[in-house]
């Protein structure tokens, strides 16, 4: 990623350059090839009440690859496993087609909403449409890291697609009416779902292997089933079996946008539909979501016509189904501990806030 060329989108305000550290490992010669680096990335800070903050970073406009090649590890047996589990994948359909797609710039959470940052905005922002549990999550406090350190920094699970609708609602509103006093200049940014196609390109940030790691995945790297389930070279842990995901940051790593935790933990609420077919007739070429029920599903009066996108995978699963070309999909309303929330910024941000700013008083 070129930060030059990033610069300009993010806005005219202080910019905080963070260097952070990226790992790809690929298959080369029967054996694994790993290759670390520290990569320099610009990172907007977007305050929220009681002196919280979101990161954000750019996603460039450009073109991105969706779906998996025939030969990626693992893809016939997830094709398979959606057969069995979805109405509209039953018909021989390619869940992850292949197919290519071209988006706009916008910007992406680095990673998903913690605990601290959603009870902040549910604590001080007034209702819209629906009331809000304050601490939604059954992940809790277990390692001494967690229970003297961040407790505050675990991600929010047990969050349905309405609930982070409504969160970010409120700190939508919440924005608006205080932008101009925390220093703001411009429109105040306004937080959505990201599509499923700004997730995907977010997520490959380039890569075109199975996960932005590269071509396996490790459970050092990644809050997945580690216990009897690998991917490739991938190494589990016998005998040991995650119980919830971790701290926001934990593997300290990211992939080459800057963003953390886009392979297990949580699924994340896409704004999407959910359609089995991948490149049916309506879906988006630049990046838009694709918000109409699936004609078939509604055709066949199938109960998952309503069930919206889902991106991730999770701490609870196998990491074949946290493949980026991976698609999960649920009902809004349902709740579950592998669910989460990452928003995103469709426009670039009117002004990058630093650290002073975002602990302003007022909020």
């Known amino acids: 990623m ?25 298959e080369e010669n029967r054996g694994l090839r790993i290759r670390t680096e520290v990569v320099a990335m610009p990172v907007w800070q977007l305050p929220l009440p009681g002196g919280e903050q979101l990161e954000l970073v750019m996603d460039a406009t450009g073109p991105a690859q969706l779906g998996s090649p025939a030969t990626e590890h693992d ?72 229970r003297y350190g961040q407790p505050r920094e675990l991600a929010v699970d047990s969050v349905s697609r309405h609930q982070g609708r409504e969160w970010l609602g409120r700190l939508n509103r919440w924005l608006q009416q205080q932008w101009p006093e925390l220093g703001g200049s411009g429109v105040a940014p306004q937080l959505v779902l990201p599509s499923e196609h700004q997730w995907k390109g977010a997520c490959r940030a380039g890569a075109a292997t199975p996960f932005h790691f ?89 109960g998952q016509r309503g069930w919206k996108l889902q991106r991730g995978g999770s701490w609870f699963i196998v990491p074949r189904n946290a493949c980026a070309a991976n698609r999960n999909s649920s009902h809004p309303a349902n709740v579950n501990t592998y669910y989460g929330v990452r928003p995103c910024c469709p426009l670039p941000p009117g002004s990058l806030l630093g650290t002073n700013a975002a602990r302003k008083p007022g909020g």
């Open 214 to 302: 590269g071509d396996t995945l490790n459970g050092s790297w990644a809050r997945y089933d580690t216990s009897a389930y690998t991917f490739a070279f991938g190494r589990g842990r016998k005998g040991w079996k995650a119980k919830q995901p971790w701290l926001n940051g934990s593997s300290g790593l990211v992939n080459h946008c800057g963003l953390a935790e886009l392979h297990c933990q949580l699924f994340e609420w896409c704004e999407d539909s959910w359609h089995p077919n991948p490149i049916a007739e309506g879906r988006s070429e630049n990046g838009e979501p694709w918000r109409q029920e699936d004609g078939e599903l509604v055709r066949r009066e199938i």
């Open 2 to 26: 070129q930060i030059k060329r990033l610069l300009p989108l993010l806005g005219s305000g202080q910019c905080r350059v963070v260097p952070l550290l990226t790992l790809t490992v690929l």
């Open 75 to 146: 893809r016939q047996a997830v094709i398979d496993w959606y057969a069995a589990i979805r109405d509209g994948c039953r018909d021989g359909v390619d869940e992850e087609a292949l197919w290519p797609m071209r988006q706009e710039a916008f910007a992406l959470v680095r990673q998903q909403i913690s605990q601290g940052q959603w009870r902040t905005v549910e604590e001080v922002v007034d209702q819209i449409e629906r009331e809000l549990d304050g601490a939604p999550g059954a992940a809790k406090p277990e390692s001494v890291l967690e």
